[in-house]
């Protein structure tokens, strides 16, 4: 206590009193249900991590990427966005998973390295701001964010605590990304560029990157251990004569790797209809921003009004959604992705009729919601219908196939006119395709054969069939 106490002084004890129970009402938060003692908690701060490092470069970032090549009237930057940034990601990104999933040992050097290799990314963005060279930059930086993400899918599981389930502990690693990575980063990004600009803010990105690595390797050994993991995989074949199905109880004779584990009908559903909304989800980020551009050139104000909008309400959607999914009781996930996938696609319809910003930012609530808890609803189809071994391997495929579909909805979100109704009817009409396909798998159909519902709800595991084919002539 100081001799003379002042105003000033009252205001900085009682500020340091209050962030350090803060820090310590955090620290409890993270460390609850054993999660300490699981592993979770490392898992929790290395996520959070990736959470303030996408939302640092979306903001250093924001104005070259995604209002210079917004502009109407210059084409060549927008296709040159579309080309370099987004269509090689959508050729990487299926290739991704199987990659990861294959990784026997390294699993944490491997997520450390994603941090890592976007610090290199970031050192070179600030010395080459202004060049051509910003574009594969930007790609690389969203790739081995989504790598972090798929990895991060595969080791959960290993740090699971016993007295919470898996769905629980993505929700809340999602809500801990949310606040301590995106609002808190996000805010202190956006005050570096302000004060210092986008170099400012990529070498607060640098420091994030560096951090993430550290925490990563925090992360317990034991996720490294991968004996008898069954690599998960999305298509089904039956009884066929590509494949032979083999009993769990009688699969002791055939490696581990040699067998591969189908998805289960529940787990189908809420890949399709997750995929529908990520979308949506993945047309609004970048549609709106072209949109404000487009429509408010010279009003940066209005501009900065109608972002602010939408983006406030895909935040609120999004943390509602985590945090409903993470408390209530999902007996039936299949009925929830699909109520979920039929909400986005009526809200799309209502957008592309209405043609106003208020539907857009209602469009982007609803959409954030509702990927939330329809991703709470996979997560629950997949603990609850693979074997253990293959939980963390399906884990990897989702995510995927999710982060697959998140960059389909980017490209339209690019590609498409600014002009609410129209880029909403073109979306509207790919949601609605979504949502067929994901109605016929849980009437146990599908518009593409091998990937519908006309499957059990627990595949057995399958081994290739070796048995040379006879030609009949």
């Known amino acids: 206590m100081p001799r003379k106490l002042t105003v000033t002084r009252v205001a900085a004890m009682r500020s340091r009193e209050l962030t350090g129970k803060g820090i310590a009402t955090f620290q409890r938060a993270a460390k609850a249900d054993g999660a300490d003692k699981s592993g979770l908690t490392a898992l929790t701060y290395a996520t959070m991590a990736n959470f303030a490092s996408d939302a640092a470069i979306a903001v250093a970032l924001a104005n070259t990427l995604f209002f210079s090549a917004a502009t109407g009237e210059d084409k060549t930057k927008v296709a040159l966005y579309l080309v370099i940034t987004i269509a090689p990601f959508a050729l990487i990104a299926p290739l991704v998973g199987p990659m990861l999933d294959r990784l026997q040992h390294g699993r944490r050097i491997a997520l450390a390295s994603s941090f890592l290799l976007r610090t290199v990314l970031a050192v070179v963005l600030v010395f080459n701001f202004d060049s051509w060279i910003l574009y594969p930059a930007a790609l690389g930086m969203l790739v081995f964010s989504k790598s972090f993400a798929v990895l991060k899918s595969a080791v959960t599981p290993r740090v699971l605590p016993p007295e919470i389930d898996l769905v629980r502990v993505n929700s809340r690693l999602t809500v801990f990304g949310l606040i301590g990575g995106t609002i808190v980063a996000g805010g202190i990004a956006a005050g570096i560029a302000f004060l210092a600009g986008s170099p400012g803010a990529l070498w607060f990105v640098v ?36 494949t032979e199905v083999i009993r769990r109880s009688g699969s002791a004779d055939t490696p581990p790797k040699a067998r591969r584990q189908p998805l289960g009908k529940a787990v189908i559903i809420g890949l399709w209809g997750n995929g529908t909304i990520r979308v949506l989800t993945g047309f609004l980020t970048l549609y709106v921003a072209f949109v404000a551009k487009a429509q408010t050139e010279h009003e940066p104000i209005k501009q900065a009004a109608m972002l602010g909008l939408v983006g406030a309400a895909a935040a609120i959607g999004n943390f509602s959604g985590n945090a409903a999914g993470a408390r209530i009781k999902l007996g039936r996930p299949a009925i929830v992705v699909l109520r979920c996938t039929t909400s986005v696609t009526v809200i799309a319809i209502v957008a592309a009729v209405t043609d106003s910003l208020l539907t857009a930012a209602l469009a982007a609530l609803v959409a954030s919601g509702a990927s939330a808890l329809a991703k709470v609803s996979l997560d629950a189809s997949l603990q609850s219908d693979l074997p253990p071994e293959s939980i963390a391997s399906g884990f990897g495929r989702s995510e995927t196939v999710l982060q697959l579909c998140w960059v389909l909805g980017g490209t339209l979100g690019v590609l498409l ?39 059990p709800d627990h595949a057995e595991q399958e081994i290739p069939d070796i048995t040379p084919r006879q030609n009949v002539s």
């Open 417 to 455: 006119p600014t002009e609410f109704w129209l880029g909403f009817t073109v979306v509207s009409v790919v949601l609605t395709i979504g949502l067929v396909q994901t109605y016929l798998t849980y009437r146990g159909k599908s518009l593409l054969p091998g990937f519908g519902g006309n499957r």
């Open 207 to 242: 420091a994030i990157t560096v951090f993430g690595a550290y925490l990563s390797m925090r992360i317990p050994a034991w996720v490294e251990v991968t004996e008898g993991e069954v690599p998960a995989t999305l298509s089904y074949h039956g009884d066929d004569a590509e």
